[in-house]
């Protein structure tokens, strides 16, 4: 099939989709702190009829955190999701989802009662036709508005404490643009003041579970708007290689002819607006990024500052880092020494294991390589390369859990940087979900990849 005619079939299709639920991003709400959306087979909250699950108070983690951010109060997402919800539904068994309409990660069927387990193949090894769902797949979440949630476009205080909701409308592809940007944004602290040491999603011990937990919510709403139950995502396996080998119209967009910045006029992905990369301009007026396209995709792979990153990593830097026992250490942030999750961000050298922030290792690398919207932390999720990229980060994770077999309390559970400790509910994420729970096998999740699949 072409892309052509499967982009015009999926067109047809009912859209679904990660942040503020739609039905509770109002004034009533947001008053009571209260987040119980109704599941559409029953009508009623948290599906409570069907036994689901029940409306509950949130238990928030207690442990102390690290001292990396020095205020309280002052940022809405401490101790998230307490300054928009302090109560939300808490779902039973193999039920998930912000009205625990949905199945667990891993199962399926009309009580989730079914396993289910996945493969995420190499994008080079799919079919042309599978290749071409994918781009389609990509387009279509692009095209098509979120129904289940919003996002915000002010803080708790610019909404009057709630009195005054500020949320918007967004495709499915831009809410987990958006949703990585707000995990990763500064810290507004009135006049022209920010705080920019912190990130609640990078830098720290949930670095990995964080994108694990994005990845499967990704591909969730994939799977969702398109009605494709067996999709998941392809990965790109960037050891060794000398060049972006997605980095052509028929994968992800070559490179302009006359401008080496921009992607080609012949790719599908050209044409798209990025979103949240003016994290200057937001600072400086003291808001939050408020979705307005911002222009094209900027992507110019190879022609990066050498002297950071002068290549891309290789499969003897990977070897190493998966070779080293401890989770994390230290300080636990981008300091951290002998830590494998701070040696696979990039942050520490991939052949000593010693933190370098002036380098850019593994993960980084990739980012820093692309040298344009993905070198941009807030902004990097606009370019679609990015899912790629981090579903073989992903993998080298799932191939050091397999390798080592860390007991839960390897992770954390006090003293990480904020928002970091085991315990803690991932910002900006509703349904809730705990750093902890992704700390674990991808096959208990429901996923597995291809090149690590056993006999």
Not at 330 to 348: C, H, I, P, Q, V
Request: charged share 20%; net charge negative.
């Amino acid at each position: 099939m072409s892309l052509l005619a499967v982009g015009f079939l999926l067109v047809i299709l009912q859209p679904s989709s990660g942040q503020f639920p739609r039905t509770c991003a109002n004034t009533q709400s947001l008053l009571r702190k209260e987040s119980w959306p109704p599941r559409q087979g029953d009508g009623s909250p948290c599906g409570h009829l069907s036994n689901r699950g029940s409306c509950q108070n949130i238990l928030l983690s207690q442990a102390p955190l690290g001292p990396q951010f020095p205020f309280s109060g002052v940022d809405d997402r401490e101790d998230w999701p307490s300054v928009f919800y302090s109560r939300t539904c808490k779902c039973e068994g193999n039920f998930m989802g912000f009205n625990c309409g949905e199945c667990k990660f891993g199962f399926s069927g009309l009580n989730c009662t079914e396993r289910r387990l996945g493969t995420r193949r190499n994008i080079f090894r799919l079919t042309t036709s599978e290749k071409d769902r994918f781009i389609a797949y990509l387009n279509l979440a692009k095209n098509t508005l979120s129904q289940d949630y919003v996002v915000a476009t002010g803080t708790y205080i610019q909404m009057n404490n709630g009195s005054n909701p500020m949320f918007r409308n967004i495709s499915v592809y831009d809410l987990f643009v958006w949703m990585h940007y707000y995990a990763s944004r500064d810290t507004l602290l009135g006049g022209s003041n920010v705080w920019r040491d912190i990130d609640f999603a990078h830098e720290a011990p949930g670095f990995l579970p964080w994108h694990r937990a994005f990845l499967l919510l990704w591909e969730r709403e994939i799977q969702k708007i398109t009605g494709d139950e067996n999709f998941t995502i392809p990965y790109w396996d960037w050891r060794d290689a000398e060049d972006c080998a997605v980095c052509t119209d028929e994968y992800l967009g070559g490179r302009h002819p006359t401008n080496p910045n921009l992607l080609s006029p012949a790719s599908f992905f050209s044409s798209w607006q990025v979103i949240c990369t003016r994290s200057e301009e937001y600072n400086s007026r003291q808001a939050l990024c408020d979705t307005t396209g911002e222009g094209p995709i900027l992507r110019n792979p190879g022609n990066n500052d050498k002297s950071r990153t002068p290549r891309l990593p290789s499969s003897a830097e990977v070897e190493f880092c998966l070779s080293l026992t401890h989770y994390e250490s230290g300080s636990m942030d981008k300091m951290a020494n002998y830590s494998f999750r701070n040696t696979l961000e990039g942050f520490a050298d991939p052949r000593t294991a010693i933190a370098n922030i002036s380098q850019s290792g593994l993960h980084n690398a990739l980012h820093i390589y692309m040298n344009g919207s993905m070198s941009q932390v807030q902004g990097s999720a606009n370019d679609p390369i990015f899912v790629l990229h981090h579903t073989f980060v992903d993998s080298i994770f799932e191939q050091w859990l397999r390798r080592h077999r860390p007991m839960l309390e390897v992770y954390p559970a006090a003293n990480a940087p904020i928002g970091h400790n085991r315990e803690n509910y991932m910002v900006p994420f509703i349904p809730l979900f705990r750093n902890g729970e992704f700390f674990k096998s991808s096959r208990e999740l429901g996923y597995d990849y291809e090149y690590l699949q056993e006999p």
